[in-house]
């Protein structure tokens, strides 16, 4: 008998080593990674069917059905895994938090949304009743993954609303904490009688502003504003500076203090993308806080007022019972593109997650740069203290500088209440190819720090492997 095994054994790995042939490296693991899964599946099966967990205290039913579905979907069987958990849950456990958590992140990846947040809602609601019966990392990710369904149907301000939340009830969540910390700080309400450091003394120009706007035809962009008023214009450019050179000089002073004190002069990056980049949150640079404030109310929100002044809902950027802007900051960091000291030239092609975005220019020492548009087939550079700001679904990139260094401030905003997904679906789904190249590599990709903690929220691995038994 032992023979035969061996003989078999044998005939196996020879049988394995032939598929391997000629393979590369990434095929050949995909083949492994596939098996694998298989024989996930197929124990998983086994342990259902014979009961396991009642003989093996090691185990729990609610485990073998996580690692049964983080196979299946290994296999590409998603909607296979999403019956089977759904079922297990509706029949067994429909109040287990990680079982509707994962069928939460499996709905997500099949793009239904609506089943994936109700999911996550659940959890949260389970939670909240009761924080014995729900582990507080799997109420922290569902309350994560809660308010990035949001994001996707675009209504940031029930994702913030989440988001916050989630915050309040799991105060030891970094990465609900970041989110909540920007509503905290950004929010008009909040900050307003901070005072200002020396230097950052607020004195670019004030409206009425004199804008140059540029018209850009065919994209699903021009769908999230009222049409005949915003005439196709999605780009604009200040004519006048919004912020003063001896501004612009402090701030990036502060900038620069702030990576030599905290940092070791070391710039990190909030951007994951293919080409090198370096930024700051400007959040987290206190001194910076109250001064993007006080430039957001006074000059950036009237400024994106006059460009975008009605949605496609008809509804106002200033809100007429307040006679505030309705703005709100996703996202606001400090880039820094570098061609000497550590080749940081460029952005790939790639939308904001915004209604509009700006890029304010923080200083002239270098050649090159400005922001790249498709649908304008143009760059569109600014002066000093200039903003050039644009709707954010519009493909753009930040064009290669070739000398020096570039300094900018990225705002990405949002609009209270204005949810703007269905108007761009229903936009003109057309790309208009383009004559003048952006200047990336092809392939190019810009993935934010936010975008990276979802993803792994999502490819949480189940706690047991039983393929490893075999
Ligand atoms: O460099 C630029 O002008 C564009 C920057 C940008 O698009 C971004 O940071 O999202
Ligand atoms: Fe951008």
Redesign the pocket.
């Known amino acids: 008998m032992a023979n035969v095994a061996t003989d078999t054994d044998e005939m196996l790995e020879a049988y394995e080593a032939r598929l391997y042939i000629g393979k590369s490296e990434d095929e050949i693991c995909a083949i492994k990674q596939r098996k694998k899964h298989s024989t996930t599946v197929a124990v998983c099966q086994a342990m259902l069917r014979e009961e396991t967990w009642h003989i093996d205290s090691n185990v729990t039913e609610q485990d073998i059905y996580l690692s049964y579905v983080t196979a299946l979907e290994g296999l590409h069987r998603r909607y296979e895994a999403i019956d089977i958990l759904s079922n297990a849950i509706d029949m067994y456990f429909p109040d287990d938090p990680m079982l509707l958590l994962a069928l939460a992140r499996l709905l997500f990846k099949a793009g239904n949304y609506d089943d994936a947040l109700e999911k996550c809602l659940d959890v949260c609601k389970i939670y909240k009743s009761d924080p014995n019966s729900c582990d507080i990392d799997t109420a922290a990710d569902a309350y994560h993954l809660a308010g990035w369904v949001k994001i996707h149907g675009d209504d940031h301000t029930e994702a913030y609303r989440i988001w916050s939340e989630g915050s309040q009830a799991i105060p030891s969540c970094k990465v609900l904490a970041r989110q909540h910390r920007k509503r905290l700080c950004w929010d008009i309400q909040s900050n307003e009688n901070t005072p200002l450091q020396e230097g950052l003394v607020g004195d670019g120009a004030l409206g009425p502003f004199e804008i140059e706007g540029f018209q850009a035809c065919d994209t699903p962009a021009q769908a999230i504003f009222e049409q005949s008023t915003q005439q196709n214009k999605l780009v604009f450019r200040s004519n006048a500076p919004l912020l003063s050179q001896a501004e612009c000089s402090r701030v990036l002073e502060i900038v620069d203090q702030f990576h030599q004190e905290k940092l070791g002069g070391v710039w990190g990056t909030v951007?994951h993308s293919s080409v090198k980049t370096t930024?700051v949150a400007v959040e987290d640079i206190p001194a910076l806080r109250p001064w993007l404030q006080k430039l957001l109310s006074t000059r950036v929100y009237p400024f994106l007022a006059t460009c975008f002044p009605v949605l496609a809902d008809q509804s106002t950027m200033i809100d007429p019972s307040t006679q505030l802007s309705r703005c709100r900051v996703h996202d606001a960091?400090i880039?820094r593109?570098d061609a000497e000291r550590d080749h940081s030239f460029?952005?790939p092609e790639?939308n904001?997650t915004s209604v509009t975005?700006c890029?304010i220019t923080l200083n002239d020492s270098f050649e090159g740069?400005?922001?790249?548009f498709e649908a304008l087939d143009r760059v569109i550079d600014a002066d000093i203290g200039h903003v050039?700001a644009f709707a954010g679904p519009l493909r753009?990139?930040?064009?290669p500088i070739t000398k020096g260094t570039?300094m900018?401030l990225?705002l990405?905003l949002y609009v209270h209440g204005f949810k703007y997904g269905k108007y761009l679906e229903n936009g003109i789904p057309t790309r208009i190819k383009s004559t003048v190249p952006s200047g990336d590599a092809p392939n190019g990709f810009?993935v934010y720090n936010q975008t990276v903690e979802l993803v792994n929220t999502l490819n949480q691995r189940p706690r047991l492997d039983f393929s490893g038994e075999f």
């Open positions: 951007r930024d960091f880039v593109y460029s952005l790639h904001d975005s890029v740069g400005g922001t790249w050039v753009h990139a930040g064009y570039r900018i990225v990405f810009v």
